[in-house]
């Protein structure tokens, strides 16, 4: 019997949720929100960091579409988020704007379903599928 974290759907529903979270964000990068203006001028980043950002996310959201390279757009969100919830730690605080800490647990959510889907397609990770058989 597999656990339900092994189940297809799991995977699909991962997924699925790390393309909405990141595309909800994307429109506010996008569009130059006041509290992603706020983010990014408090990390010395705004507008290039914002931008180049939001490009990376919408690379991730393409490569999470496309089966053959989930793994792929896993990985780059996985890192994304790591420096976002670093970002968070180091310089922003959880709570930005008041938002009650929202951006921060959804970098969380992001950032471990990320990792969910990674282990779950690491026989399709070039040099690592030798390491990790398929059980």
Known sequence: MKL???HPYSFYIARTLIVLIIGQTLYFKF???EESKYIFTVLAMEPWGRIGLAILETICIILLLFP?????GAL???NLMLGAILSHLVFLGIVVHNDGGLLFILAL???LLSL???YYERN???YLRDFFPID
């Open 116 to 118: 969910y889907v990674v």
């Open 31 to 33: 569009t130059g929100s």
């Open 109 to 111: 959510v992001v950032f």
């Open 68 to 72: 053959r390279l989930v793994w792929l």
């Open 124 to 126: 399709k990770i070039p």
């Open 4 to 6: 339900i974290l092994f």
């Open 76 to 78: 780059l969100a996985s």
